[in-house]
Nanobody, 115 residues
Framework: QVQLVESGGGLVQPGGSLRLSCVASGNIFRFYDMAWYRQAPGKQRDLVAAITSSGNTNYADSVKGRFTISRDNAKNTVYLEMNSLKPEDTAVYFC?????????WGQGTQVTVSS
């Protein structure tokens, strides 16, 4: 069992920046593929960015060039650096860990982009 705890969400003005963090429990974090998803009210949960255990990354088209996912295996932490934020980035952001058939979710952190 892996527990994921997100932090770093909040209210930011359009064009601003935030950095989300997700800390995982346990000592095999480095073997997990990690990802950030987001879910806006009334919409489905969508993939934002992912990073494999070997460090390969991929991004949703809507965030390419603005968001950066990274991981620090020594700290059991995955980050999402979000720049040039737009109102349409407003959502609850969820951390996800996956390895073979096992998948875990964090509780989510709210990001609101508004003036």
């Amino acid at each position: 069992q892996v527990q994921l705890v997100e932090s770093g969400g909040g209210l930011v003005q359009p064009g601003g920046s935030l950095r989300l963090s997700c800390v995982a429990s346990g000592n095999i974090f480095r073997f997990y593929d990690m990802a950030w998803y987001r879910q806006a009210p009334g919409k489905q949960r969508d993939l934002v960015a992912a990073i494999t255990s070997s460090g390969n990354t991929n991004y949703a088209d809507s965030v390419k060039g603005r968001f950066t996912i990274s991981r620090d295996n020594a700290k059991n932490t995955v980050y999402l650096e979000m720049n040039s934020l737009k109102p349409e980035d407003t959502a609850v952001y969820f951390c996800n860990a996956r390895r073979t058939i096992h998948q875990y979710w964090g509780q989510g952190t709210q990001v609101t982009v508004s003036s």
